[in-house]
């Protein structure tokens, strides 16, 4: 890499509605304003950078666009005097990777508020096995335990559980100590999941069962959700009195097929989880816990690791619901 310029992937409409992707050399003096500058080493493919490289509605505008809503570097220059050059910083969210140019480039410049300082406790490569998906599993697990759901409440469902969120919402709820029960499509993966701390595995397709009726028995106590539709409709039906049940996906559905018995007789709540928005207090606590206590305990079993150059194929699994874990863009290596 010569000075100034860095190799990205960019992603162009060459046709209405026909996406190409190309990695090419960039210039920093190319990127958009704004007061950090940052070398970046890692990145991660999260489900909505698939979206967007692959042009698929509600993510990118316009193109031609460098997705990555996720990156991990060291500090070239920050105009703000937030950061020092050689610090280690973090950003995910915001408009990363949707209209800005995003993690899937060598260099990013962005706002000094999006940063956050890498944590004592993780290295920039872990920041980025966990990326997005891991802080989105960490806010839900936070925003659970804010809501009075203790190891002791009973157990806590994550569906999805093969997915990034769900991989690593199964290791930090297991490192917290509560009892995890994983639903997955992935009947293989029941090995995976129990290393990564789930008490029991249960095939996706058990979560649904009895989707048509008002309620049905109690059973969680708090539950994880990625997948949305009849599948989260399902859960809440299922969720003990005073249960909760976050929801952050929508792998499955957009909509939300329930009544208003599991709400009105059994107190149940349901908590949005946006980790693009998430103010930078709740962030940067996530980001600790993370760090510390709820460091998932295998986090190099959930990676996948892939240059630029590689990452292609690994667009079309996430899309098509086959990824295992999380995948690792190495930009030191592209
Ligand atoms: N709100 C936020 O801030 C936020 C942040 C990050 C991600 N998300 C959203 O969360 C969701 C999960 O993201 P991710 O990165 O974990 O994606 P992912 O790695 O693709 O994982 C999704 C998992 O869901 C399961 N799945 C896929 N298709 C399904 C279907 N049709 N029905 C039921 N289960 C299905 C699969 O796991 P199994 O085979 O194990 O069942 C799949 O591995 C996405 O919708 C993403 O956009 C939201």
């Known amino acids: 890499m010569s000075l100034g310029t860095f190799s990205a992937m960019v ?12 990695i090419v050399k960039r210039s920093v003096n190319d990127l958009p ?21 692959t042009g698929r509605p509600g993510v990118t505008k316009s193109y031609p666009h460098t997705p990555g809503i996720d990156a991990a570097g060291v500090v070239e220059e920050d105009a703000s005097g937030r950061f020092k050059p050689g610090d280690e910083v973090i950003v995910t969210g915001y408009d990363l990777g949707m209209n800005t140019a995003g993690g899937f480039g060598q260099y990013i410049r962005v706002p ?5 300082p890498l944590p004592a406790g993780l290295s920039l490569r872990e920041s980025m096995v966990i990326g997005t998906a891991g802080f989105t599993a960490g806010l839900s697990v936070y925003r659970l335990a804010a809501a009075g759901v203790a190891p002791a409440a009973g157990e806590i469902l994550v569906t999805g559980a093969t997915g990034g969120v769900g991989s690593i919402a199964v290791g930090i709820l297991a490192r917290a100590g509560y009892r995890v029960v ?8 029941e090995g995976y999941l129990k290393d990564l701390g789930a008490s029991e595995v249960i095939d996706r397709q058990t979560v649904t069962e009895g989707a048509e009726r008002p309620l049905l028995k109690e059973r969680w106590a708090g539950a994880v959700d990625v997948v949305g539709g009849a599948t989260l409709a399902t859960v809440l039906k299922a969720t003990r009195y005073g249960g909760v049940v976050t929801c952050c996906g929508l792998v499955g559905a957009p909509d939300l097929p329930v009544n208003v018995f599991p709400f009105i007789l059994r107190g149940v709540s349901l908590l949005g989880i946006d980790s693009v928005q998430c103010p930078a207090g709740p962030r940067l606590e996530v980001w600790q816990r993370l760090a510390g206590s709820w460091k998932p305990a295998h986090l190099e079993e959930t990676v996948t690791e892939v240059t630029l150059q590689t990452l292609e194929p690994a667009i079309a699994a996430i899309l098509a619901g086959q990824v295992r874990g999380r995948t690792l863009v190495n930009l030191l290596a592209s």
């Open 11 to 22: 992603v162009s409409e060459t046709a209405p509605k026909s996406f190409e992707r190309r």
């Open 33 to 53: 304003p704004g007061e950090l500058l940052l070398r970046v080493h890692y990145s991660s493919l999260n489900y909505k950078d698939a979206m967007s490289a």
């Open 112 to 116: 000094a508020a999006w940063g956050v």
């Open 182 to 189: 994983a639903a997955t499509g992935k009947a293989s993966e």
